[in-house]
């Protein structure tokens, strides 16, 4: 009986199977004016002065007085800027051919109002330094705005070409002179506007008519939300999706990707590496706050195996925390490369004895380490299985503890963990954000600092170097800064991170920006 | 009759009394603190003085019970609070959410209700022959199968393969079709099963015998047997809307349905809690009133049960 219900199946399989035929090449891309673009996330409300929405979105439809590009800062809605000899005010001119989508025109009250908007809603903005340090801003004449600063900021301009929040948007949708309670409609200067949204569903873009620039060659943008990943990938193969595009694991895992390169349909693309990915060791627990066995650990990880099994090669192998190509971060650092033999000569002169469970114990106690990270990112528990295994060859316990987003945040803000991913925003936020957020306390690299013998002094270096006029002297202070914690290894460079694209062959001029959040749509184009 | 409907109705107070009291415990048996959630979700880093306004704001420095007994009324009045991450409130969430979950389980239970009655009656009929074998092992394969495996697979074949369906969206009316054969899979071979044996238990009563007997056409049998056999599969059925639209989480995630399972799934990842606690309480609302409505049913169906209530 059995075999006849196994060949009824057979059959019936067969005759499922024997009947298709792929209907999906019917898509033809001749005169198509819509890119869809898949994202397992909603873009959310995308009110430049807020956190709330998705930064490429938020990219698309807004735009600010400059631009951080590959070779630094260049004009965007500003056409030149001044800054005076004291550092302290900037005085930025123009351009005059700018109109809000809503038709409003763009003009230094404009400016002003945008920024007056940000900075008034501090509570929300704090976690960027510019915001901190806005002094005053002023409309000297129709096409002329000047900042002042409380103190001079090196990174003020950067800071300002971030996708936000120091974007434009018209003063006809702040509500009530603001923006921080909502705005009533989303008119920006940028290459799109939103043209329809439905929550959760898809969001519609349509190129700026008004656009002052290049206009896009891609009339829609069609971003569809779809949470699951596997979806989005079926979708790309039955040609309703066109693009995909992401960093750090969230839109695309590295298998998926791998496999998409092998089958050669796609076109597959990988950014130069932005952020920084890398595990704290934390100087504040009772093991690993001896410097030695923080060392060990760094010995001990195989790196390649990450880099290549794990990750597919889709990232690059870390061995300094910063990559070089991070601004201030070009400076010689001792590598610590892949030595268990070293790891274990280490640990041995730490006092900590092997056993003949093969773990490695001292004054009774047991080297047993917890690493803490976000249960959400499939990725990082791999990532923390592999760890286990290298560590276990050289004596030390290592468990892993997944757990939800907020219970995470929560031991990162105590500091209850001995190892716990770190990730940097990349480019254009590093280095400055990421160092400034080390002196912050709820943070895991404070945690994690806060058994150092100079933290304090690292904390002044870094409030220092956020207002060295100087580039020589504020070069000196990053490598001083870098150094310290190298020598301390108090971090584990793990790899950088890339972003990563997906997309059909006849889309062109898929490119990435500086910041991995944004996508640079306005380049596109059909062949 | 109305002393009985009275005393159910009023039985299921308690019942709702005590499902939300659970509820209300569990969730604030976290150890995160809610006002400092809402903080982080807006990307505010949270000092003492914010999490302490913020626990005034959202009325968290009251009592437990004082709370739990302000949450219960002002739910009551339609009033279920504001999402922590967008600040709409929770009420207008749902209201976006739940016809997408309706229509998903409408669809879904139409497709139950049609494939297990025939698939039921054929098993049936072909009483542990090949075909009701063959049928029941495919339905039974078909359910063991975890609904986010099936729904790639189906998606796959239909979609990618065949290109006649869209994979996934609410972009077409086709699009409801993948992600509610998927939802029907795990519910198809319960009622298949239930609607075969009770079928194959009627066929060996008295009545049928003499309706036998009588010289009736086999159609009229089988339609005799059919008719008393669903009675007792509509308590089963009855019970099985509430489970749908409870269990459309996965494969709204898959199918980008933008329901209510997805809008669960989301605010449990940003620990949103008036939308949780909005969820649980309707799940635990529709459970119960479909529990009643069942009752009720069954109640005035059955002849010697409606004697009873009286």
């Known amino acids: 009986m059995k075999t006849k219900i196994l060949i009824g199946l057979i059959a019936l399989l067969l005759i499922l199977t024997g009947c298709g035929q792929r209907a999906s090449d019917s898509n033809s891309s001749a005169g198509k004016d819509e890119l869809v673009f898949a994202s397992t996330k909603d873009i959310r409300d995308i009110n430049p002065h807020l956190t709330s929405g998705e930064l490429a979105a938020q990219n698309m439809v807004f735009e600010s007085l400059v631009v951080n590009t590959p070779e630094g800062v260049q004009p965007k809605l500003a056409k030149s800027w001044d800054i005076s000899e004291d550092g302290l005010t900037y005085t930025f001119h123009l351009r005059e051919d700018v109109v809000f989508s809503d038709g409003a025109p763009f003009n230094a009250d404009a400016v002003k109002q945008n920024i007056d908007a940000v900075v008034s809603n501090y509570e929300k903005n704090a976690w960027l330094n510019l915001v901190q340090v806005i002094d005053q801003t002023e409309v000297i004449d129709e096409y002329t705005f000047a900042l002042t600063l409380k103190n001079p900021y090196y990174p003020t301009l950067e800071e300002l070409g971030l996708t936000r929040p120091f974007r434009m948007i018209s003063p006809q949708n702040f509500i009530d002179g603001t923006t921080a309670n909502g705005v009533s409609g989303y008119a920006g200067t940028g290459p799109y506007t939103l043209a329809e949204h439905k929550d959760n569903q898809y969001a519609l873009f349509t190129a700026n008519e008004s656009y002052w620039g290049d206009k896009p060659s891609i009339k829609n943008i069609h971003w569809q939300v779809m949470p699951d990943h596997q979806t989005i990938l079926l979708g790309l193969q039955n040609g309703e999706v066109d693009l995909i595009f992401g960093a750090d694991g969230d839109m695309l895992d590295a298998n998926a990707f791998t496999a998409l390169q092998e089958q050669g349909q796609y076109i597959t693309e990988v950014s130069p590496p932005s952020g920084s990915r890398s595990i704290l060791l934390n100087s504040n627990r009772e093991f690993t706050k001896d410097r030695l066995v923080r060392e060990a650990l760094q010995y001990a990880i195989n790196k390649q195996t990450i880099a290549s099994g794990i990750l597919n090669d889709t990232e690059q192998i870390a061995d300094t925390l910063m990559s070089k190509s991070t601004p201030y971060a070009n400076i010689d650092l001792e590598i610590r490369s892949y030595d268990a033999q070293k790891a274990e000569e280490l640990l041995d002169q730490a006092g900590w004895v092997k056993a003949d469970d093969g773990y490695r114990y001292k004054d009774g106690k047991k080297l047993s380490l917890m690493l803490s990270y976000n249960s959400d990112n499939a990725q990082e528990k791999t990532i923390g299985e592999s760890m286990q295994s290298d560590l276990k060859a050289i004596g030390v316990e290592l468990t892993i503890l997944g757990e939800e987003k907020q219970a995470y945040f929560d031991r990162q803000k105590s500091g209850d963990f001995d190892l716990q991913y770190s990730l940097s925003w990349g480019l254009p936020y590093d280095p400055q954000t990421y160092v400034s957020t080390w002196r912050v306390p709820s943070h895991g690299d404070y945690q994690a600092q806060a058994g150092l013998e100079k933290k304090e002094w690292l904390d002044q270096t870094i409030g220092e170097v956020l207002v060295e006029q100087d580039e020589a002297a504020r070069a000196e202070k990053y490598k001083q800064i870098f150094t310290y914690v190298h020598e301390e290894a108090v971090y584990l460079p793990l790899t950088y991170s890339v972003v990563k694209a997906i997309y059909s062959e006849r889309l062109k001029g898929v490119g990435f920006n500086v910041s991995q959040y944004e996508i640079p749509f306005e380049n596109m184009y059909f062949e | ?310």
């Open chain 2, 1 to 310: 009759m109305r002393q009985y409907l009275t005393k159910r109705i009023l039985s299921t107070i308690p019942l709702l009394l005590f499902v939300t009291f659970l509820a209300f415990i569990l969730i604030n048996l976290r150890t995160s603190d809610p006002a400092e959630i809402a903080l982080r979700v807006n990307q505010i880093t949270p000092t003492e003085e914010m999490v302490q306004s913020m626990r005034e704001e959202l009325g968290l420095d009251e009592p437990f019970l004082v709370r739990y007994k302000n949450w219960i009324v002002n739910s009551l009045q339609g009033e279920l609070g504001y999402s922590y991450v967008n600040k709409k409130p929770v009420l207008e969430e749902l209201q976006l959410a739940i016809p997408p979950t309706l229509q998903l389980a409408g669809a879904t239970l139409a497709i139950i209700v049609f494939f297990s009655i025939s698939i039921g009656i054929l098993c049936s009929i072909f009483e542990n022959r090949w075909q009701d074998r063959l049928l029941r092992g495919f339905i039974f394969f078909l359910s063991a199968m975890p609904s986010f495996w099936i729904g790639l697979l189906l998606m796959w074949f239909f979609a990618v393969y065949l290109g006649l369906l869209p994979t996934s969206g609410m972009n077409s009316p086709q699009s409801i079709i993948l992600p509610a054969v998927t939802l029907s899979m795990t519910f198809l071979s319960t009622y298949v099963r239930l609607i075969r044996n009770n079928m194959i238990q009627n066929k060996h009563e008295n009545f049928i015998l003499y309706a036998k007997v009588r010289g009736l056409n086999e159609r009229t049998i089988t339609w005799n047997i059919f008719t008393n056999s669903i009675q007792s599969s509509l308590t089963a059925f009855g019970m099985s809307i509430p489970r749908l639209i409870a269990g459309t989480v996965i494969v709204e995630n898959i199918f980008a349905w933008p329901g209510i399972g997805r809008l669960c799934v989301k605010a449990i990842f940003n620990s949103d809690y008036p939308v949780i606690q909005a969820y649980i309480v309707l799940m635990a609302v529709l459970f119960i009133i479909c529990n009643l409505l069942v009752d009720i049913v069954v109640v005035m169906i059955d002849p010697r049960l409606r004697r009873e209530a009286k």
